[in-house]
């Protein structure tokens, strides 16, 4: 593994720099019921959100035979300054969800909405400009950067797709002001890849997500590759600059304690679909469906005496595949409330009736037809 500097072994909770500066403010609307306090409406508004490829045969003339349903119909909200974290199995859909928010997949159906505008339905200089405010850190720091490009370059090839937002001529300086926003020497701008370590590599990467001063920053789990320190360097770099540019996550992990950490609400998805959504204390303390106390319920416990007490959930069977997935409940073949409606009626995702109206935590959307509260143990 490559020694970290010590620039970025420092921790990222020194003053705040100058530089790159955070966009202005806009005026929100009146909130709605609902949503969370002082949120506003929604910035990112996602409803019912499908795709599907297709599984062909044959070699000159293709026949269609089916389809891989990646995401089922996906909804959520996102509202501005908040981090929404996605977990799930591999395999559920997180990362073509993260695509799909980007429009680097084309959805089967759905609408993703930006600021009430249905980006799905944009192309050309229309998506262009919403990609502007939209932006992504991948998932591979290794991979996701240019090896023949140079630090400046890769940061700096954002401004040649939007000019308007540097002259060419500020544009250097611009680059290591990014550098320095993500606790990197402006200095490295003529440094290639392969120079930096893991961590390095990912904070070029979200100073290139940072250069158009976006409002979203979709995040397609940022730090699973690398090492648990550094993990923890790259998570409070985020969290330092959503308050310093009071930006929007999407942060997708499978990471439970990082998703937490990090998260306003939290969204547990299972093939293709959302199964729970709500916040972190109400998804991690008080899950309602049983797919989300069973994952849970396999996070290791430090805690002897802790681990003792805990109901350890252990499903049955495989995760049945996206291309054939059950018909009603996707979860029904390995839960252990199944019953015969849940296999031919689809549960919808919103607040149970046994807790609607109620001051509980309880009282969060759950995809279950008998959801029920069920209190986690922590280690003390």
Known sequence: MAELSKNDEALVDS???TGVQPPAAEAKPAGTAGAPVDRGEPILRVRNLVKHFPMTQGILFKKKIGAVKAVDGVSFDLH???TLGIVGESGCGKSTVAKLLMSLETATSGEVFYKGQDITRLSGRALKAVRRNIQMVFQDPYTSLNPRMTVGDIIGEPFDIHPEVAPKGDRSR????????VGLNPEYINRYPHQFSGGQRQRIGIARGLALNPEIIVCDEPVSALDVSVQAQVINLMGKLQDEFDLSYVFIAHDLSIVRHISDRVGVMYLGRMAEIGTDTQIYDHPTHPYTQAL????????PESREVRERIILSGDVPSPANPPSGCS??????KAEDKCATEVPLLAVPERF????TPAAHESACHFAEEKDVVHAA
């Open 174 to 181: 611009r680059v290591q002001e990014l550098l320095d926003v």
């Open 80 to 82: 501005q300054g908040e």
């Open 331 to 336: 979860f029904r073949t390995r839960c252990w």
């Open 15 to 17: 003053p705040d720099r």
């Open 356 to 359: 609607a109206g109620r001051d």
């Open 296 to 303: 849970l319920s396999a996070v290791p416990v430090p805690d």
